[in-house]
Each structure stands twice: as C-alpha cells, then as structure tokens.
C-alpha cells in the first residue's frame, strides 16, 4: 500500500501519521522546506475515498530485515549504541555503494560492530567528544570487517 510514509507514537499513546500517495516527492518536499508547507502539484490524497483508505498493518519481519531489529536493541538500550549503530550503518552502506561489499554483507558488518561495542566500550551517558570518538571508531571496525 505504502500510503503512510511515517507516524509517530506520542507518550500518551496517540499515533500522528503523515500519509500520500506512494510517492516520496511530498515526503521530500516537506523536509526540504520546513517549516513552510508549499502547495503540491501532485495528486492530494483523499483519506475518504473508499479505493484507498483500507490499510493493512503487519509486525516487520525482523529475521529478513535483520537490521530493524538492531535498531530497535539499540533504542531501547540507549546510551552510545544508538550512534555507534547509525555510523556502523553509513560505514557498511559506503562500502556495498563501492562495490567491496555485497548488500547481505551490511547487515552482518554492523552487528559485529555492534556486538564489539557492547564487549568493550558501551557508555550510557557520553558527550560530543565521545561521539566523535565512537564514530571513527566504528567506521574503522566497518572498514576492517571486525
């Protein structure tokens, strides 16, 4: 269907959804003028009408797309494994664009990464420094097939 293109669960348990066409030019051009909304040259997506407003929810599949589930390990852990995952992630994404790594081959680069950090250097609170730190490092781990 691929009418919501994101929705966020606020504390109090409400969902706000920004929803459109399976077209990402909306999407693009929301982030790209923010806070201003320009009027859109695209079709509007109309929530009432009967052709598309039955959406179907299912869980993610976590076993194909191994890399959600280690996202969501490092939200609900926190700390410095949430930036140690998303440079791991860019590392591995650089390397497959290059062509030295296979696309299956991201997934497994972060998580042992991830799993290195978690060993040796996991740090619930952290500054910028830190950060910084931990970026390179992770990017060097990537690069290294560590």
Not at 15 to 32: H, N
Not at 51 to 80: I, K, M, N, S, W
Not at 115 to 138: V, Y
Request: glycine share 6%.
């Amino acid at each position: 269907q691929s009418i919501i293109h994101s929705m966020v669960e606020f504390k109090d348990g409400s969902v706000l959804a920004q929803m459109g066409f399976p077209d990402m030019k909306l999407p693009i051009q929301l982030a790209l003028t923010w806070p201003e909304r320009l009027d859109s040259l695209e079709p509007r997506y109309d929530p009432f009408d009967p052709r598309t407003t039955c959406l179907t929810f299912a869980a993610p599949d976590t076993q194909t797309f191994r890399l959600l589930e280690l996202a969501y390990v490092a939200a609900r852990t926190g700390g410095t494994l949430p930036a140690v995952l998303n440079t791991a992630n860019e590392a591995a994404v650089d390397l497959f664009l290059s062509g030295r790594i296979g696309f299956l081959e991201i997934a497994s680069r972060v998580e042992r990464c991830l799993e290195q950090h978690e060993r040796s250097g996991w740090q619930r609170t952290f500054d910028f420094s830190t950060i910084m730190e931990l970026d390179r490092w992770a990017r060097q781990q990537v690069l290294s097939g560590t």
